[in-house]
């Protein structure tokens, strides 16, 4: 699996870090893993270089074993494919830095925990450390990325970039840092840069040719927008206000299901297309869960922010439509539902009119709280891929419990009303599906339910997945059904006697972190049947939806 990936903190990183992202949007398949804060706790956080050692250490746990790291300032200005290639034919990529050697960038602590003297580094040609590359499956790429993590741990990339008195001895001219631990670490590994300056990637824009994917942009009289032209930098005011500010913001709030959140997502994105905004997306139902270790919104038609606390800080000052939700630092809180709307107490509904253009420093706020029928949640995934891990779950589920080839699928939703099996019977034959439905109502919607389902698992012999939330229903069917693969019971841990008791799935999004992935699991395994029945409620819906748009189902699988 390949990732490419980048950290930015303060000044101007983050937005150049937006800008790469852009840019590795419309030149790369894999995933883009990007963090304005130090990935985790495991080094010295006053050294902000450290954080090139946590991003490694990060997407390794996360089970990639192709890994780019590129500097803020860089523009793809086409297909990265073959920077990966030379990855995976050398087992890393690093960039010959022919203006230094070892001796001169490197501080006494830094050689002394490498065990190198200063002649010796002085025969070691410095690595750049802008883009470092590396294959966890290669041996060279596995030595060289556990010690540049380990020496980053123990604090060899400590220090100041500025002479400071790191060496008395006079070719010491500045500590790299990062750089100069990546550059003792593969020269004490015998490894060579495998790259140089200007061959696929320059640091200078006036030296890019037709053979340039990679360049840096950020010093000089102009910069490379994400599609790789020059335009005049632009200068921010020296006494407040914004800069001329060409994208705004929509701060969707969303409410309800998988399914209600993807639909709400689908409605602000034709919004924010036309009118050129970016999300922020809040999902208060899983608020437990970090957005961005599930979905991939990097092939997204419009930027999606998940790191929502962080935006209400920075626009905290800026004027909200609706007025009255207050502003992103101090919203009104929602209270009740009115006509299935979200709204205030008085009920005002939070939802921006969407018939209407606004500047660009208001942000529209949407809030609104509804699901719908139509096709938007589906489609909605079409621009939406999933994070390894996801896959991963999904693969170790379906081993786990011998999930064939071909199986059927039932959803259930029994908990929060009365279990009420659809007519919505994907991929079975006409006749199985009328010895179904077609059965006289008892005015019970419940026991008519159990008989459809009966009746299902009846017409068939293929095995088959059942999801749901009810534990004790899901016991009882599996006891009489040899053919039921699994019980999908998020409750396992308690025991529930009443269907009141067994919370619904996405309601116990607010502690467990774990329950968005485990939907999306789920939602994958039901709509990769060949049979699916299904119950009321929007998650089911799109069950049957996924299962009939197999295209959109590759895609989430690839």
């Known amino acids: 699996m390949r990732c490419i990936i980048n950290v930015a903190i ?9 800008r790469l992202g852009e840019s590795l949007a419309k030149h790369f398949q894999g995933d883009f893993l990007s963090w304005t804060d130090f990935p985790n706790d495991n080094y010295n956080k006053a050294n902000p270089y450290n954080t090139k050692a946590a991003a490694f250490e990060e997407a390794m746990k996360k089970g990639y074993t192709q890994i780019l790291w590129v500097d803020s300032p860089v523009v793809a200005l086409k297909a990265v494919s073959p920077i990966f290639d030379s990855i995976v034919k050398n087992g890393y990529l690093t960039m010959k830095n022919g203006q230094y050697n070892c001796a001169q960038t490197c501080s006494d602590a830094c050689l002394a925990y490498f065990k190198v003297s200063r002649d010796q580094a002085e025969t070691f040609q410095e690595h750049a450390g802008g883009i470092i590359g590396i294959d966890t499956t290669h041996p060279k790429g596995k030595q060289l990325i556990d010690l540049f993590i380990q020496a980053c741990k123990n604090g060899a990339c400590d220090g100041s970039r500025k ?27 015998g490894l060579p840069p495998t790259m140089n300056m200007n061959e696929l990637i320059t640091v200078d824009t006036s030296k890019k040719n037709e053979r340039t994917i990679l360049c840096w942009s950020h010093r000089g009289k102009h910069i490379l927008s994400a599609n790789g032209r020059h335009t005049r930098r632009i200068r921010r005011p020296k006494r407040g206000g914004t800069r001329n500010a ?9 409410s309800s299901g998988l399914n209600d959140c993807l639909v709400q997502l689908a409605k602000c994105t034709k919004y924010a297309i036309q009118h050129h905004r970016s999300i922020i997306l809040e999902m208060p139902m899983y608020s437990a869960t970090d957005l961005d270790t599930v979905f991939d919104f990097s092939k997204y038609p419009v930027p999606i922010l998940t790191n929502h606390k962080e935006m209400q800080k920075e626009l905290a000052k800026n004027p909200i439509e609706p007025p009255y939700y207050g502003t992103l630092a101090d919203p009104i809180t929602r209270k009740h539902k009115t006509n299935r709307k979200w709204s205030t107490e008085d009920g005002k509904i939070l939802e921006f009119d969407f018939a209407k ?5 208001t942000v529209l706020v949407y809030a609104a709280g509804r699901g719908g029928e139509g096709d938007d949640s589906i489609n909605i995934l079409e621009h939406i891929r999933l994070r390894p891990a996801v896959l991963e779950a999904y693969r170790q589920k379906l081993k786990e419990y011998s999930v064939p080839t071909e199986y059927n699928s039932i959803h259930l939703r029994a908990t929060d009303r009365k279990l009420n099996i659809t007519n919505n019977i994907t991929g079975m034959l006409t006749k199985d599906s009328n010895s179904i439905i077609k059965q006289p109502s ?3 919607t419940h026991a008519d339910s159990l008989k459809k389902i009966d009746a299902f698992l009846k017409a068939h012999t293929l095995p088959v997945f059942i999801s749901g939330d009810n534990p004790k229903l899901i016991e009882k069917l599996s006891a009489k059904y040899p053919q039921i693969l699994y019980s999908s019971s998020p409750n396992n841990n308690k025991e529930c006697t009443s269907n009141r008791e067994c919370t619904a799935l996405h309601k116990q999004g607010h502690e467990n972190p774990d329950i968005l992935k485990n939907a999306v699991v789920d939602l ?3 709509a990769g049947a060949k049979s699916i029945m299904t119950s009321a409620g929007g998650y089911s819906r799109l069950a049957k939806k996924l299962s009939e748009r197999k295209d959109i189902l590759k895609k989430l699988l690839s």
């Open 10 to 18: 303060g000044g101007r990183y983050p937005k150049e870090q937006k």
């Open 163 to 189: 002479h400071d008195g790191q060496s008395k001895d006079p070719r010491f001219k500045f500590h790299r840092q990062c750089q100069s631990v990546i550059s003792l670490a593969a020269n004490t590994l």
């Open 246 to 254: 060409t994208h705004g913001y929509i701060y969707l709030q969303t």
């Open 357 to 361: 253009s606004y500047p660009i420093t």
């Open 442 to 444: 008892s005015g019970n």
């Open 524 to 526: 994958l395994i039901l």
